[in-house]
C-alpha cells in the first residue's frame, strides 16, 4: 500500500513513521508513505499558503491551488487519475474500525491535513473523495489525525502484525472490547491474577475471556453491545455471570 500525506509539517512525522509497528512496516515494503509539503506548491515569492477568509472572521484559511496541485502531483506520479482522497476533519464521518479496515483494501490513500480555521471548502467539494474525523473534538491540525489514520490502517495490513490472532481478538476488531490481559507476576502487591488462566485449561480460559469480553463491552461500551451478534453461548454466558454476581 501506498499513503502519499499532504501536510504543512511534515517534520512532525518523523518518529512516527520510523518507530513500532508503522517503522517495521515500512521497512519491510509493506507500506510507503510519502509526505508532500503543501508549501512547495506554491508559486509566490513567499510561500503563501493561508489567507484571510472571505466575509470576515477569526484564523486564516488554507488556500485551494497548493493543495489540489499536491494531489495532481501525486495522481500524475502515480499514473492514475483518481486515488482515493481523505481529508482530515473534525466535520467528517466518525472513524471506526469498519472504515479502517475498508482503506486498508486501497492500494493508495491521499490524506490531506488542514491547520488554522481550516481549508477552503472546495478542497472538501471537489478534491476529496471522503472527510473522515478521528473524533468529537478540536485538534490543531490533521496531522495527528492523519497519523491515527495510518496506524489503525497499516496495522491492519497482511504481515504488519506477529500473530494474526491478535487481530482477531482485539477490541473493536468483532465488535466488543477484548478480555482484560495479564502478564507476570501471578501476585504482584498482593493482587492475584484470575486463576482460571493459570489453570492451562484452554477452553475454560477462551470461555472466560469470552464471558469478560461481553461484560467489559455492556459496562463500558453499552453502544457496541446493542449492535453486536451474540450467539447463543454468548447470551449463556451472560446470563451465567449475572447468576454468579446477584
Ligand atoms: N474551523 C474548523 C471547524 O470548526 O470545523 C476547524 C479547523 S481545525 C482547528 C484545523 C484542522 O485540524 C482541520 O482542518 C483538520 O484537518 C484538523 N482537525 C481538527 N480536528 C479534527 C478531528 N477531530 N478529526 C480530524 N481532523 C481534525
Redesign the pocket.
Known sequence: MRIDILTLFPQMFDGFLSCSIIGRARERDIVDVRLHDIRAYTHDKHHIVDEYPYGGGAGMVLKPEPIFEAVEAVKEELGLSSVPTV??????RLLNHEIARQLAHCQHLILI???????DERVAEHLATDE????D??????EV?AMVVVDCVVRLLPGVLGSETSLVEDSHTYGLLEYPQYTRPAIYRGWSVPSVLLSGNHGEIAQWRRQQSLLRTIKRRPDLIEKAALSDEDKRLLSEAFEIKS
Open positions: 481529508l482530515l476533519s473534525p466535520q467528517g491535513c488542514g491547520h488554522y480555521e481550516g481549508i473522515i474525523s478521528i473524533g473534538y478540536l485538534l490543531s491540525g490533521g489525525a
